[in-house]
């Protein structure tokens, strides 16, 4: 009996493989990481062949660490790098390395279009403002500086959409990654011809879209060849990563909510309508649970904040912990512990890159405010994780005036900080859970969409086999209470120094 499910997250760093049981038990993982090519100051490529290599790899290397045979795998399933744009010919020949989700060229498209068509009106039909990082945008900039390359581009891929077509021969892209090309009518589940035609591209150069669940084919006996697996396994769409991870901690019904707190940082619901928010500070994704919608707020730099106040403000705690054989971060949480809520009124305005949600001001800076010299290390470290967490409050409560949303699930690297955990709970003023594994939650979605592609899942509810919740934390009102005061000095100082930070 086929008992197995391998699940393909390919990231910026590359591509990890893992095998999930049908009981949803992690049965083991590969890694194998590709190169990214930063130059021209925003330009941001990756070689498609290098995630063909990195699949090929990491599938070889997860069937001989688990000792099981190919043909027990049920299904092949995708999570995958967004907001990229992949040219590749008829063959599905590569014209041109990919242009990634961190690329920021297209600017001159982004501008122009915003001739032909407003913010709102293009966020009306596609959820999501015009920028220059998006898919379409990218294209329009392939077309403008590259036409011997756009005249041969037979199809625009995502990263997991070219590894579908290497496994089986066939080109699709699913609602959520159609959605990061920036073209996709949101409402209508299906490329918007009123913005490709804004745009003067040619829509036969987007693939055919398809729900996440949908078996795109099965592997050809040239991919099993390369792969290691076996001819014919079924190969299931699976999604872009943002909304993959919302399978994978369990957002798979209306109101179920979940941040993740990595370098950059999101909020993520699940809802039966999209989200139009009138200030645009939140965007919409198509979920990968058929007929549902993944509203989200980004915000730029969150845990990456906190890695920077490591290696600015702490290097006696990095000398102590590579002395004592222990992570820095345990030296600085016990410092944070120190420090009551408030920080002693210091503020951190978190935006050191800019920010997404929910200033949407590429301007911004990060900031610290209220020093006075009774102040800590400890306070200011404590100040940059509460300055993250009210910035994620506010995203949370734009998506609250939309849906109900009674707790949240807390996943990444920054959530292995248990101060960290209870300062959001206390700032969020809900309950927030945390699963026993932070890392896996593209995987996890991946593997749940391929099992309901495949019939092994009746449904994605399959994805409570998944997740063990470790621990619940649970606000305490009256450090909610201090919170309420320091986040509404949280927004004024921003809004104080927003002339300011265009200055600078």
């Given amino acids: 009996m086929k008992k197995y499910i391998l699940a393909h997250d390919l990231g910026t760093s590359g591509n990890k493989a893992t095998l999930f049981s049908a009981e949803g038990k992690l049965a083991s993982s590969a890694f194998v990481p590709y190169d990214t090519h930063y130059f021209n100051s925003t330009w941001v490529e990756q070689n498609a062949d290098d995630w063909w290599t990195a699949v090929c790899?990491?599938?070889?290397?997860?069937?001989?660490?688990?000792?099981?045979?190919?043909?027990?795998?049920?299904?092949?399933?995708?999570?995958?790098?967004?907001?990229?744009?992949?040219?590749?010919?008829?063959?599905?020949?590569?014209?041109r390395p990919a242009i990634i989700w961190a690329d920021q060229r297209a600017q001159k498209q982004a501008a122009y279009m915003e001739t032909r068509i407003s913010q709102w009106d293009f966020y009306k039909i596609t959820g999501h403002r015009n920028t220059a990082s998006y898919g379409m945008q990218k294209l329009m900039w392939i077309r403008d500086n590259q036409p011997h390359i756009y005249e041969q581009t037979y199809k625009t891929l995502n990263a997991k959409d070219y590894i579908v077509f290497k496994l089986t021969g066939k080109f699709f892209t699913d609602y959520s990654d159609g959605q990061s090309n920036g073209c996709y009518d949101i409402l209508g589940w299906r490329w918007s011809e009123k913005l490709l035609?804004?745009?003067?591209?040619?829509?036969?150069?987007?693939?055919d879209l398809k729900p996440s669940t949908f078996i795109a084919g099965s592997v050809t006996h040239k991919a099993a060849a390369e792969t290691g697996l076996a001819e014919?396994?079924?190969?299931?769409?699976g999604g872009g990563d943002g909304v993959a991870a919302s399978v994978g901690a369990g957002s798979v019904r209306p109101g179920k909510t979940y941040c993740c707190l990595g370098t950059s940082?999101?909020?993520?619901t699940a809802s039966e309508t999209p989200v139009f928010d009138e200030q645009m500070r939140t965007v919409t994704w198509a979920h990968m649970v058929p007929g549902l919608y993944a509203p989200n707020g980004t915000m730029q730099y969150a845990a990456g904040a906190y890695h920077w106040a490591k290696?600015?403000?702490c290097q006696m705690e990095c000398y102590d912990a590579k002395r004592d054989g222990k992570s820095p971060y345990d030296y600085m949480n016990r410092q944070i512990e120190k420090s009551p809520p408030g920080a002693n009124g210091v503020l951190f305005l978190p935006y050191m890159l800019g920010e997404r949600a929910p200033r949407w001001d590429p301007d911004s800076k990060g900031v610290f405010l209220g020093l006075k010299p009774e102040n800590t290390k400890g306070d200011m470290l404590r100040s940059v994780m509460e300055g993250v967490a009210m910035n994620l409050s506010i995203i949370l409560d734009i998506l609250k005036s939309h849906i109900s949303i009674e707790e949240i699930m807390v996943l990444g690297g920054g959530a292995k900080a248990g101060i960290w955990r209870s300062i959001m709970a206390d700032i969020f003023r809900i309950p927030l859970t945390v699963p026993s594994l932070l890392d896996e939650a593209g995987s996890m979605g991946a593997a749940?969409?391929?099992?309901?592609?495949?019939?092994?899942?009746h449904n994605f509810d399959a994805v409570e086999k998944f997740i063990q919740i470790r621990s619940v934390h649970q606000p305490t009102p009256e450090n909610s209470a201090v919170y309420e005061h320091a986040r509404e000095l949280f927004d004024e100082c921003y809004f104080a120094l927003y002339s300011v930070f265009k200055k600078m």
Avoid at 57 to 71: C, H, T, V
Avoid at 197 to 207: M, Q, V
Avoid at 448 to 457: A, E, P, Q
């Fill in 448 to 457: 749940v969409t391929g099992g309901v592609g495949v019939g092994l899942f």
């Fill in 57 to 95: 790899k990491s599938s070889r290397l997860l069937l001989e660490d688990a000792k099981i045979p190919a043909a027990s795998i049920a299904a092949v399933s995708f999570s995958g790098q967004m907001l990229g744009c992949l040219c590749v010919d008829k063959k599905g020949t590569p014209l």
């Fill in 232 to 237: 014919g396994t079924p190969v299931v769409m």
């Fill in 311 to 313: 290696n600015t403000l």
């Fill in 265 to 268: 940082a999101w909020i993520t």
């Fill in 197 to 207: 035609s804004y745009a003067g591209l040619d829509p036969e150069k987007f693939p």
